[in-house]
């Protein structure tokens, strides 16, 4: 049982490049999440996804975008990559717990993204 | 809109010693809040959670979290510290569980254990 596993660990772009950070889930999860953490900022929310094929925006969204096709997954793009995306990207589940009391989130072990 | 505030970015204390760290939170309905704890180069570990059942939260590693609505605040604490607990440690509000839209977190507080 991996949880969530998050792919690549590490990874170095180049201003204007794109990329993906992948995010999956084993435990059957309705709820993804991705975050931001930056010195002296805490964990600020991207985007999030309440169930396959439903997204919305959170708190940073811009230069982002994400798309839930299927229950296990919750990729987050960057389509053009820009020094103040450097970064380390956590991807959050949680599940719907009994009698509609919800869950805290699991989160994955980040991406330490450098944009140069 | 929610808030969190976490007094203290960085916080020392002697092995032994009580811990306390501060969290104050805004939110028009009520909230769900959260203490996680983060240790170098790991993503985040839930410490506990506050859903209503009871004001005195208890978590793993021997710290605890009482809720005070009318100071608006769920300060974390443990009675003796130990080298193991010096960590990053961020106080979280929601108010929907914590899944379904996200955590509004702190900007953390980093624990440093005096030998």
Redesign the interface.
């Known amino acids: 049982n991996a949880g969530v596993t998050q792919t690549p660990k590490f990874q170095v772009l180049k201003t204007g490049q794109s990329m993906t950070l992948q995010c999956a889930q084993d435990m059957n999860h309705e709820y993804m999440s991705w975050y931001r953490q930056d010195p002296g900022m805490g964990l600020r929310l991207i985007h999030y996804s309440v169930g396959a094929g439903i997204t919305d925006q959170g708190e940073v969204p811009n230069g982002y975008n994400v798309s839930r096709s299927t229950t296990e997954d919750f990729p987050l793009r960057l389509l053009s990559a820009a020094p103040s995306q450097t970064s380390v990207y956590f991807c959050a589940t949680s599940g719907r717990g009994l009698g509609h009391s919800n869950q805290p989130q699991h989160f994955g072990d980040g991406t330490r993204l450098s944009i140069l | 809109a929610q808030s969190v505030t976490q007094l203290g ?1 960085h916080v020392s204390v002697s092995e032994g010693a009580l811990v306390l760290l501060r969290c104050n939170y805004s939110s028009s309905v009520p909230p ?1 809040l ?1 203490w ?1 704890v983060q240790y170098p180069n ?5 410490l506990l ?1 506050y ?1 209503s059942a009871a004001t005195l939260v208890k978590g793993i590693n021997g710290f605890e979290a009482e809720f005070k609505k009318s100071e608006t605040s769920f300060h974390l604490t443990k009675p003796s510290a130990h080298m193991s607990d010096a960590a990053e440690y ?1 106080c ?1 509000v ?1 108010h ?13 507080t980093h624990l440093i254990i005096q030998p």
Do not use: E, V
Request: hydrophobic residues 30%.
């Open positions: 970015s769900y959260f996680y790991q993503g985040l570990q839930l959670k859903t961020f979280a929601s929907s569980g914590g899944g379904a839209d996200g955590l509004t977190f702190g900007k953390g």
